[in-house]
């Protein structure tokens, strides 16, 4: 009589018990889910913005390194520097992690681009002889403002 007690005693699972247990274990997927995509973005966007970076700097570089071999402006007058260096004509294009330059498609097509287009002025200064100013202004799809611009001062050696 005992035996058969036990059993009347024991229960099993209800239906709104397993429904709560999966609506825990949906909501425990979900976040976990929501937070791997969530580090995966940001980890490409760390990426992106230090591949830019570094795209950027070998650029600058290369002008500094090759200065001897570009045709330095001797109008000091800075409508000549804004007119050569109009968004329209940048001649190079880039894109961080490819190395390509003055593509002409780019320049016939906008939309042919990979992702932003380059310009520089080289200037050199009154005083002292032998260092110039480089005004390099650059484009990006995917930057919030039109154009990013730097100015450097280097030395033909």
Not at 4 to 12: P, Y
Not at 67 to 88: F, R
Request: glycine residues 8%; contains cysteine; negative net charge.
């Amino acid at each position: 009589m005992r035996h058969g007690n036990l059993l009347k005693n024991q229960r099993g699972v209800t239906l709104l018990e397993i429904m709560f247990a999966m609506g825990i274990l949906a909501l425990g997927t979900y976040l976990t889910i929501e937070g791997v995509d969530q580090l995966s973005e940001s980890t490409r966007s760390t990426k992106n913005i230090s591949s830019t970076e570094r795209q950027i700097a070998m650029i600058v570089d290369n002008i500094r390194t090759s200065l001897g071999q570009y045709q330095i402006n001797y109008d000091p007058s800075s409508a000549t520097k804004q007119e050569a260096l109009e968004l329209d004509s940048l001649p190079m294009e880039w894109d961080p992690g490819v190395e390509r330059l003055a593509i002409p498609e780019c320049l016939a097509d906008k939309k042919k681009c990979l992702g932003g287009r380059y310009g520089f002025v080289v200037q050199p200064l009154e005083e002292p002889r032998g260092l110039y100013t480089v005004t390099l202004r650059m484009t990006h799809r995917d930057w919030k403002e039109p154009f990013r611009e730097y100015t450097f001062l280097v030395t033909v050696q």
